[in-house]
């Protein structure tokens, strides 16, 4: 059972290692907002690919399918939750002027955004949906906990080194002002990936 730790612990590594918009947003958000939010946004995305692992390797068989089925729905789903994201980033920044970013922020405002998004990703269903059959579940809810685990911690280690990578960055640059440039660009560029996906799935 090793073996399929470790290929499930791999696979969190390939799953987090995409760049996409969830990468974007964590590593914006370290380099805006610090090391601290960084690493929570991280948790959020690395905690819903453990859900998703759980769900997938406890019940994928029956599951994923029906997901699968319905992707365009959820492409259209995932895509106004980026550019929803995207818009009130925007808004923070230019509305957060005279106010320390970091300070003025919670952790759970860090962690749910890129929990939720990495929830909606239609490519994050696609994957599991051709990972599932290659692990040995048998119907193991104790298999699937472990497995899950093992994919969690893969993620996570991808997902804070986005957020450390991004915190170098904003700390690289001299003044505030160039860390929350970065912070806008991840917006800007969350928001393009919204659009994006939207038209494409029109």
Sequence with gaps: ??????????????????????????????????????????????????????????????????????????????????????????????????TNPAASQRAAGALLPTFLLTLVNPMTLVIFAGFVPQ????????TAAMLAFGLFLGSLLIQLALAISGWLLGAALPGRGWRRSINLAGAIGVLAFGLTGLFSSM
Excluded: T
């Design 135 to 142: 692990l040995p579940l048998g119907g193991s809810l104790a």
């Design 1 to 98: 059972m090793s073996g399929a730790f470790l290929k499930s612990l791999a696979f969190g590594v390939v799953v987090a290692a995409s760049i996409g918009p969830i990468a974007l947003l964590i590593i914006a958000m370290a380099a805006g907002r610090g090391l601290r939010l960084g690493s929570f946004a991280a948790l959020g995305a690395a905690l819903a690919d453990f859900a998703y692992a759980l769900l997938a390797f406890s019940a994928g068989a029956l599951v994923l399918p029906l997901l699968v089925a319905q992707a365009r729905a959820v492409r259209i789903g995932s895509a106004l939750v980026l550019i929803v994201l995207a818009i009130a980033m925007i808004r923070r920044h230019f509305a957060a002027r005279d």
